[in-house]
């Protein structure tokens, strides 16, 4: 889905809200794709507690303040609907458990996915423990399974661990930072997916 914008406008509310340097929209897109204290540490220099005022502030901006949409992508319903038909699928979000069932919910897409890892269940990207705990579920191997993702931090967790990938260039990150983690192939658009599977 589409949540660079409220992501973004979110992160800036939380830092004028902790009386910290607010960050630019490129710096917060940066960090997009980690799980959100690990992704704070990254953007501000601050301690611990601190850093849980900032988690608290971004988390009250995106559930009351900010009413930026997060839309799916152009053409993902259907290429969705089509990839399961004939595969498993799966999520491995920086999402907290609770931000992607408010995800789905939003987008009437959690049917698409048997299973599922999320940053309170799992080591935050570029950590591989994500997608290693969704091949232990699924009983596959890591070149059995086609990781796509629209972040460097997608990139390296499947790169860890050798499993193919697919870049998309649409997202925050930009398709050379994206192309220095080998992708067997980048694509510009969600429907692209289908042609090349």
């Given at each position: 889905m589409d949540s660079a914008a409220k992501i973004v406008n979110c992160m800036q509310i939380a830092a004028k809200q902790s009386s910290l340097p607010v960050p630019?929209?490129?710096e917060v897109e940066h960090i997009i794709g980690i799980s959100l204290k690990p992704a704070i540490f990254k953007l501000f220099d601050i301690d611990e507690q601190k850093a849980e005022e900032v988690v608290s502030h971004y988390k009250e901006a995106f559930?009351?303040?900010d009413t930026t949409p997060c839309p799916l992508f152009d053409g993902a319903f259907e290429t969705l609907s089509t990839?399961?038909?004939s595969a498993s699928l799966a999520v491995a979000t920086g999402k907290a458990r609770r931000g992607l069932e408010r995800a789905w919910k939003l987008t009437e897409s959690k049917h698409f996915f048997d299973v599922s890892r999320c940053a309170d269940e799992a080591?935050?990207?570029?950590?591989?423990d994500m997608l290693l705990q969704i091949l232990t579920h699924w009983n596959v191997k890591a070149e059995e399974v086609l990781m796509i993702g629209d972040t460097v931090y997608d990139m390296q967790m499947a790169e860890n661990i050798d499993m193919p990938r697919?870049?998309?260039?649409?997202?925050?990150h930009d398709k050379e930072a994206l192309e220095k983690h080998r992708p067997i192939k980048v694509i510009d658009h969600f429907s692209e997916l289908l042609s090349f599977i």
């Open positions: 630019t929209a490129k559930l009351a303040k990839l399961k038909q080591e935050s990207k570029p950590s591989s697919v870049a998309v260039s649409y997202g925050v």
